[in-house]
């Protein structure tokens, strides 16, 4: 997820840059990291640089918006907004100048977003927006007090996709396939901190199709000149530890905070979507600034309404347990009493669906009933948790987790632990994946964090039977003031739901969902 190196500067005040690279939409992902660096961090930066999609961030921060209110202008982005088919074009086929304008953009999204051109422009914050001069064949960084909406949006206008932009006689397109990150002009700058945020994929797996390849084409050239700048940083550095001048003649530190985001470069219809990755960029740059001793504080959360709407369903899952101290993903056939049945019945009940849907956690609470003989029969669920499709090393590899705490009848208290692995490359299927429950049982009413440390009572494995899964799809139950919101919260729990595992399985169809 991220990587830093350790800060030598030759004075007490280095100067820092901070570099907004490009991604298309995944850059909300950006505008979440903001806010936390801005404004939670509270950090401050002497230069910043946008590149390709980063430049929409750039903006907002030049316009002087903190960061919590760029990364709440993503949060309400509507993506149908800024979609504008160029439909004198279509007809032409492969030699349409592109599939879409940035009409839409500039009707809809950058008024919405308040974009105040004369403010960009009279910043006192340094600044520089990237574009690529197809005309003269060289990448024209551009500062502030230049900036208008034709080169805004020449910064954005991916090849095939959005046309070029015309400026003084000057054809202009996005720079993404000489940079997508402007490292040298940081450097330049005499910056010797580089702050950098990057979001362009570095999964290495190789998609079949135009569209994937095209997008690939766009990762090689990005990362490809990413790793060029960050080795010749590596050896400037180690020179001027030797006492020599170095390539740059000093020090420079790179703090590189990336992930993989899950949502698409370019197509995209869901706010939930967007909101998700703004969540997801918020709880990643925490993690980060945590990891690389930097002080922050949490914002103070807007006054938001309460979020009546709700939804619960029951589940019911079957198995065996053997008891032991090892971890037994299936248990095997009974041998004197060391197996035992397990069953599972819970109720899944969601509080307030927006909250469930955007936060990274996606959690729940669980009430039901724990089965089995060997622990005491039928033992109530005291408290426990449900957390659905939480990301793992990347989004293609999630979980289903599951806390149960309960007391046998022995009075001894216990946590069943569970997971489902959600994971394209298990090459067990969609239904294996999400319908067998992997089970341990500890001793005491342990969190995650001290799960490692409790003694083993028994571990195996539980699954949802065809029937139970047909049954449990008539338990859904909705929760909102109205009809069409009841409608509404159990289509936003579904696309979340079905998009996500698109995300893991369909990765050949489109990467990321859509939806």
């Known amino acids: 997820m991220t990587t830093g190196q350790s800060s030598e500067h030759r004075g007490a005040s280095p100067r820092r840059s901070l570099v907004l690279a490009g991604g298309g939409l995944k850059v909300a992902f950006q505008a979440g990291v903001l806010q936390v660096l801005l404004d939670e961090a509270e950090l401050r930066f002497d230069h910043v640089d946008g590149a390709s999609g980063g430049i929409f ?82 990448l024209e960084p551009v500062t502030a007090d230049r900036m208008d909406e034709d080169r805004f949006c020449a910064g954005v206008a991916l090849p095939m996709w959005f046309p070029p932009v015309v400026i003084d006689g000057q054809t202009y397109i996005d720079p993404v396939y000489l940079t997508d990150g402007n490292v040298e002009e940081a450097i330049r700058r005499g910056c010797d901190e580089l702050w950098i945020i990057w979001t362009v994929s570095r999964r290495h797996r190789w998609r079949d199709g135009f569209v994937a390849n095209y997008f690939h084409i766009i990762e090689t050239a990005a990362n490809g000149q990413l790793k060029h700048w960050l080795r010749r940083i590596e050896a400037s550095n180690a020179a001027v530890r030797d006492g020599e001048r170095g390539e740059f003649g000093r020090l420079i530190d790179v703090r590189l905070l990336s992930a993989e985001v899950p949502l698409n470069y370019l197509v995209n219809f869901s706010r939930d979507r967007f909101a998700q990755a703004v969540e997801l960029g918020v709880q990643r740059a925490r993690q980060w600034c945590t990891a690389q001793g930097i002080p922050w504080k949490p914002g103070v959360l807007p006054d938001r309404p309460d979020d009546p709407t709700g939804l619960r369903f029951t589940e019911r899952m079957v198995g065996r347990v053997a008891f032991g101290g090892d971890d037994v993903q299936e248990a095997p056939p009974p041998r004197g009493g060391a197996t035992a049945d397990l069953a599972l019945h819970l109720t899944i009940d ?120 047909l049954k449990q799809l008539t338990t859904f139950r909705v929760e909102a003031a109205t009809l069409p919101g009841r409608v509404a919260t159990l289509r936003r729990f579904g696309q979340f739901f079905f998009g996500k595992l698109w995300d893991v399985y369909a990765q050949d169809v489109l990467p990321w969902s859509p939806l």
């Open 57 to 138: 961030n750039l903006a907002m921060y030049c316009q002087g918006m903190s960061g919590r209110e760029i990364a709440d202008n993503w949060r309400k982005l509507s993506p149908l907004k800024g979609v504008s088919p160029n439909w004198r074009e279509l007809p032409k086929g492969p030699y349409a100048r592109s599939l879409f304008t940035l009409d839409g953009y500039r009707r809809h999204v950058f008024p919405g977003w308040g974009l105040d051109w004369e403010r960009i422009r009279a910043t006192d914050r340094e600044a520089t927006f990237n574009l690529y001069n197809f005309s003269a064949n060289e």
């Open 350 to 469: 969601i509080r307030g669906v927006d909250r469930f849907v955007v936060g990274p956690e996606h959690e729940a609470s669980v009430r039901g009933e724990i089965v089995c003989q060997e622990l005491g029969g039928r033992l109530p669920v005291e408290g426990g948790t449900f957390r659905l499709f939480v990301e793992q090393s990347d989004p293609e590899h999630l979980r289903m987790l599951y806390r149960l705490f309960f007391t046998d009848r022995a009075g001894h208290r216990l946590t069943l632990s569970g997971h489902k692995d959600v994971d394209e490359d298990s090459r067990r299927g969609v239904w294996k994946d999400t319908s067998v429950l992997h089970t341990r049982i500890v001793r005491g009413h342990v969190d995650a964090d001290e799960e490692a440390g409790a003694p083993q009572v028994a571990s195996g494995a539980v699954h949802i039977r065809p029937a139970d899964f």
